[in-house]
């Protein structure tokens, strides 16, 4: 639209502003919802966007306003490029969250992306909207890092993760969670490439630590090529996994 200086209006249900790591399919950073919303209505050095919303997905019961102001692609310089965003929630206990995101580009033949963000009350949940019952002495804090990468000769491609989240909490212990992973693939002809994987994840509080570790091999089909987001895919895999007792104990008691 002309008056949206080349953005767009939108209304209804809507899949939004959803940044994730493809391998884990973690949305760390996530605006969909039921709602209305003004998309990236330019200025000249970055685009705003806002949305109201009530609904993040049908899981959640109660209707609760939620405002998410973003700005996009702001330049650092050639090839680092700055996101943010704000989230607000007008719940029974107000609850706010802070995302900032820097994406490098021409790294590795991909690009990296590295996020911190911070939460309070309801907005602990980072980019969702969380437990309307948690006060803002209830806290979380992330960063993550994500390389997508190929090599020069496009045989080999992949990407890495890591994230580390610490929740502070008024009512349970503090928790500390860690995940680490990387996933690569061998091209073996057009179409066809074997893709491995490795992951490691802990989550620990003050009283004991949980922890599992995956490897997992897969070969692959794919029919419009062998790049890591080429699809779709078809795969064949095997996953072998491995956890500690305490882990255990409380699948066991489930």
């Keep these: 639209l002309p ?11 809507r899949y939004y502003n959803r940044n994730d790591i493809h391998m884990t399919d973690f949305f760390y950073w996530n605006q969909s919802a039921t709602g209305v919303g003004i998309d990236r209505y330019k200025f000249d050095d ?13 899981f959640q019961e109660k209707y609760i306003n939620r405002h998410d102001l973003t700005i996009h692609d702001i330049k650092l310089n050639d090839k680092n490029t700055l996101n943010a965003g704000v989230s607000y929630i007008d719940a029974k206990n107000k609850g706010a969250a802070v995302t900032l995101q820097v994406v490098t580009s021409d790294v590795l033949n991909g690009k990296n992306t590295v ?21 803002r002495k209830n806290k979380a804090f ?17 990407q890495a993760q890591i994230v580390y989240q610490v929740n502070r909490n008024v009512n349970n212990d503090d928790t500390k969670w860690l995940s680490v992973g990387s996933r690569t693939s061998y091209v073996v002809k057009e179409h066809f490439k074997i893709t ?7 989550i620990s509080d003050k009283n004991q630590t949980h922890n599992l570790s995956k490897i ?3 070969p692959t089909w ?19 996994a491995f956890w500690n007792d305490n882990e255990q104990k409380l699948r066991d008691s489930v």
């Design 216 to 218: 997992t091999i897969a």
């Design 222 to 240: 794919s029919l419009k090529g062998t790049g890591y987001y080429d699809r779709p895919e078809l795969r064949f895999f095997y996953t072998y």
């Design 142 to 158: 992330r960063v993550l890092d994500a390389l997508d990468w190929e090599s020069d000769n496009k045989v080999f491609n992949g």
């Design 115 to 135: 996020a911190v963000q911070y939460g309070e009350g309801p907005g602990t949940a980072l980019s969702y909207t969380g437990d309307e019952n948690l006060t």
């Design 196 to 202: 491995g994987e490795v992951g490691y994840d802990q």
């Design 3 to 13: 008056l949206l200086n080349g953005g767009n209006f939108w209304t209804g249900r």
């Design 46 to 58: 970055f685009a705003l966007s806002y949305v109201f919303s009530r609904k993040d997905n049908v």
